[in-house]
């Protein structure tokens, strides 16, 4: 800002005028060099015009001088000729801008009064109200074409020297004299306050406070503030059981936004899940199908049976079978003919052995024909387990249809499923109350509950350092800077992985706050001794006659000072001195 033009400015102003306007001329032939002075002075004159139409008109003109075809002598005298014509035409500038306000009002005037003058004007003027209603008009021909010299607007300006400069100097220096004179911001002569320093060699030494903390009793001037330590404490126990309340709101709107969350989570999982039982409920489907089929596979394999044995207990005996039996009793009947000879010849033995080996082969026919019968009682039996397979198989292929639809149907419910968790989904995403509201309400929450937390910490503070002025002794450092964050003895807690902790959002922080202000009042009510009781009356008649005097006819307010004198003056040797009330 000191590099702009106005800042650097001399005392004289307008010997360079600002906003002056530049002249820059496309030239259709060069310009030779001994006449370049002659051509400079030219439009340097052009350049004092402050009509921009006037000067392009100039420049169009001088461009044509330059380009006639005659000597540079007689071209050069012919764009000054323009250069004149235009100075001429541009008449006396104002010298500032207010001035050109006042010229042009000048000639406005000086105008109006021409018209005025006019007989015919006048006559139209008086007569306007009585011509109005007869549609007559003024004749404007005698005025249209009169020019009317009006002071012309200057297009350059002239300011006065900046004062900011010499502002901020003496503003430094004012400050400069504030620093070097101990003084405050207002001005305000810095003064030690009563026994603020240390009295002796032990007072002075730094001390171990609460928390580990360092107390310089020396270093510290206790400010104190308009109120008393009981009002501040109570004061801060109030807005902290509004920040315990804010606390609880904000913690409850984290757990039902957590609970939005996992309901939201649970809906995606419910959704994935019932795809999957839709699937399985398919394969059971198909399952049970091919179940009907090997229900039917089964009772058609059980008729086989049943048919078969119908068929051959129904048939005779094979021919061989029947072969076998003939030859067995062609057997018997050669070996019954054969006792016969025998015994005819008086070979009573080999007749005997011919008859036995008879009955042996009669024997052999009987248990062939017993196994054939018992054949016949075995197929029998199975027919009738087979045919009792047919009945089971029938009722097992309408059980597997029956299953067939029981899986069907559990499909349906399982598509059902899959769709209702769909829409609980989408209404979770969608309701009034999801995860965004309890996130937003958590933030606001927050929000206030550290203001609340703030508010309630400095009031605390403010509690403690007038327990402070009030006692003249610097107390513990019960209460903390910042009880948003979590304290430092429980960062192990914090830490998940080096470099990053857990946001704790500030809670525990109020009840930290309640911890360090009930010791802080413990404290108070232990410390608290017993100070002589001194009654002073003081007369505001004598002390500020002025100001009780105006307090007892218009204001009805009045401050007064109590100055340490009036107390010395009856109880001297006194200190600490504490208002505890005035009526």
């Given at each position: 800002m000191l590099e702009i033009e106005e800042i650097k400015q001399g005392p004289d102003p307008c010997s360079d005028p600002i906003n002056q306007l530049q002249i820059d001329v496309e030239l259709k032939h060069e310009v030779p060099e001994e006449w370049m002075p002659s051509f400079s002075y030219i439009m340097g004159n052009v350049s004092q015009v402050q009509?921009?139409?006037?000067?392009q008109t100039a420049i169009t003109e001088i461009n044509t001088m330059l380009a006639a075809d005659a000597s540079w002598e007689n071209r050069m005298k012919g764009a000054q000729m323009v250069a004149e014509k235009a100075l001429s035409q541009n008449g006396t500038s104002p010298?500032?801008?207010?001035?050109?306000?006042?010229?042009?009002?000048?000639?406005?005037?000086?105008?109006?009064?021409?018209?005025?003058?006019?007989n015919q004007v006048f006559d139209s003027v008086k007569n306007v109200g009585i011509n109005a209603g007869k549609g007559s008009a003024v004749s404007s021909a005698p005025y249209q074409n009169m020019a009317m010299s009006l002071s012309q607007d200057a297009f350059s300006y002239?300011?006065?020297?900046?004062?900011?400069?010499?502002?901020?100097?003496?503003?430094?220096?004012l400050n400069l004299h504030k620093l070097r004179t101990c003084r405050n911001i207002t001005g305000m002569k810095r003064t030690l306050e009563p026994y603020a320093a240390p009295t002796d060699q032990i007072s002075g030494l730094p001390q171990i406070g609460a928390r580990g903390q360092l107390l310089l009793p020396g270093a510290t001037t206790i400010v104190p503030t308009p109120y008393r330590f009981s009002f501040l404490i109570d004061r801060a126990k109030q807005i902290l059981g509004v920040a315990q309340q804010m606390e609880a709101a904000m913690l409850a709107a984290l757990e039902k936004r957590d609970?939005?969350?996992?309901?939201?989570?649970?809906?995606?999982?419910?959704?994935?899940?019932?795809?999957?039982?839709?699937?399985?409920?398919?394969?059971?489907?198909?399952?049970?199908?091919d179940g009907v089929q090997l229900a039917g596979l089964q009772k058609e394999r059980a008729?086989?049976?049943?048919?078969?044995?119908?068929?051959?207990?129904?048939?005779?005996?094979?021919?061989?079978?029947?072969a076998n039996l003939q030859h067995f009793e062609w057997v018997a009947a050669s070996y019954k003919a054969a006792s016969l000879v025998y015994w005819g010849f008086t070979e009573v033995s080999r007749s005997a052995?011919?008859?036995?080996?008879?009955?042996?082969?009669?024997?052999?026919?009987?248990?062939?024909?017993?196994?054939?019968?018992?054949?016949?009682?075995?197929?029998?039996?199975?027919?009738s387990l087979a045919e009792q397979d047919v009945r089971i198989g029938a009722q097992q292929v309408t059980?597997?249809?029956?299953?067939?639809?029981?899986?069907?149907?559990?499909?349906?419910?399982?598509?059902?499923?899959?769709?209702h968790a769909k829409d609980t989904a989408e209404f979770l995403a969608n309701k009034f109350t999801n995860v965004e509201l309890y996130d937003w309400m958590s933030g606001i929450l927050e929000d206030v509950y550290s203001y609340f937390l703030q508010e309630a910490t400095a009031v605390a503070r403010l509690a403690e350092n007038q327990l402070a002025f009030e006692r003249q002794?610097?107390?513990?450092?019960?209460?903390?800077?910042?009880?948003?964050?979590?304290?430092?003895?429980?960062m192990v807690a914090t830490t998940l992985t080096p470099g990053k902790t857990i946001d704790r959002r500030g809670l525990t922080g109020s009840a930290r706050l309640l911890q360090d202000i009930y010791q802080l009042d413990q404290y108070a009510i232990e410390t608290d001794k017993r100070k002589l009781q001194l009654t002073k009356t003081i007369s505001l008649a004598a002390l500020s006659p002025v100001e009780f005097q105006r307090f007892q006819e218009k204001t009805g307010v009045i401050t007064f000072r109590t100055p340490q004198e009036l107390f010395d003056r009856d109880f001297p040797g006194h200190y600490l001195r504490l208002i505890k009330r005035s009526g």
């Open positions: 009509h921009p139409e006037i000067v010298k500032t801008v207010g001035s050109a306000f006042a010229d042009s009002i000048k000639a406005l005037d000086s105008a109006f009064g021409a018209l005025l003058r006019d002239c300011i006065s020297p900046n004062p900011i400069p010499r502002t901020l100097r003496l503003r430094a220096e609970a939005e969350t996992y309901s939201r989570l649970k809906s995606k999982q419910d959704i994935e899940l019932a795809g999957v039982q839709v699937t399985l409920q398919s394969l059971r489907v198909k399952e049970a199908e008729q086989i049976q049943v048919d078969q044995y119908e068929t051959w207990l129904l048939g005779d005996l094979s021919a061989n079978e029947k052995e011919f008859a036995i080996k008879m009955l042996e082969t009669k024997a052999q026919i009987l248990a062939q024909q017993a196994s054939y019968e018992r054949r016949a009682q075995q197929w029998e039996f199975e027919k059980i597997a249809e029956d299953h067939v639809r029981v899986v069907g149907q559990e499909r349906t419910i399982a598509l059902m499923q899959k769709d002794v610097t107390p513990p450092n019960y209460i903390r800077q910042d009880y948003g964050e979590a304290p430092s003895e429980d």
